[in-house]
């Protein structure tokens, strides 16, 4: 062991040495500026580095491989004020990164062999909140985790999921209050059976089941009223520009009578259909009713019982988009539509 009193420039310094004469422990109160303890290795790398004064001002420790490169930094100041932690990978890019002070929060950052943030922790979004970010392979972030989503509406948290072209597929948000939780999904969810949650009088809640179907249509209902034997409704043209209706697509109009009279038959006329009692019966009795069209576009208006295949499955790792072969409809007339309101006269 040597003990000096004026090393490097005036500060004290201890060396500790091994058998062959190489250093193995160094202290030394003044380097650049700061004390500073080495440990070496056999080779008389140094492993191990506690640096009083790393740069910036503050306290480092460095642990090396048996190369010589540095793979943990600890450091008490980086730049943005706060204290980070560094652990990189073997062609020496950061691969870990832990920032005490990343904008005025802390961070932690995972990152591919290219220093490239894959995975990020940042303890303050904007002063909204935490978040947890996952990238793709070029960067963009495909999942997107927040304790706060709008800053001064406080929305509550939110999950946000993106598709390769960076457009937002999937957002669960947790609502601000009780009840306004939301899940919205561009695209398709498959799973067991569909529910709501309804609470009764005495406060029970129970399960109230969706009504399924091998193909895909939109209903509408209403009521309407005979006027000398006869009555016309118009289709609610909104709900129209969600239909397909044509010779291959025709519309299903289901009337049940609330009224005495001889009976009735549905003419399907365009954007209506029209409801005209047998015998020519002239009476004005009431009906309800019930339409049933295609959703349309080719991808729904000719579905029927599609194969399902799991998630995993496929190129994509999800459910592949299927080509599903319609079903031939009975050929019917052109409709075209509009909406359900009271039957009204015709001379």
Known sequence: MTITGDYNDGGGAVFAYRNDGTVSVSFDGRDDNAGTVRVRNEAGDTAVTLDGNAGDGAALIAVDNASGFTRVTLDGGDPSGGGTITLQAGD?????????????AGAIEVRNNLSQTRVLLDGE???????IEVRGEDGA??????????????????IEMDAEDGTETIEIDSGNVTGNASLFVDGTINGDTKSAVVKLDNGEERLLYCTESPEIWFEDVGSGQLHNGFAEIVLDPEYRQTVAIDASHPMRVMVTLTDDCR?????????????????????????DYKIICKRRGAKYQDVRLP?????????????????????????????HVQTPQEGSNQP
């Open 92 to 104: 020496s890019s950061s691969t870990v990164f832990l920032d005490g002070d990343s904008g005025d």
């Open 125 to 131: 979004d904007d002063n909204a909140g935490g978040r």
């Open 141 to 158: 972030t495909v999942v997107r985790l927040r304790g706060e989503e709008f800053l001064a509406g406080d929305s509550g948290a939110v």
């Open 263 to 287: 009976g009735v038959y549905v003419k399907k006329l365009g954007d209506r259909f029209q409801v005209r009692e047998l015998q020519g019966g002239r009476s004005n009795a009431t009906f």
């Open 307 to 335: 194969k399902f295949e799991r998630p995993g499955v496929g190129k994509d790792r999800g459910v592949q988009e299927q080509s599903w072969p319609g079903r031939k409809e009975d050929p019917g007339e052109p409709t």
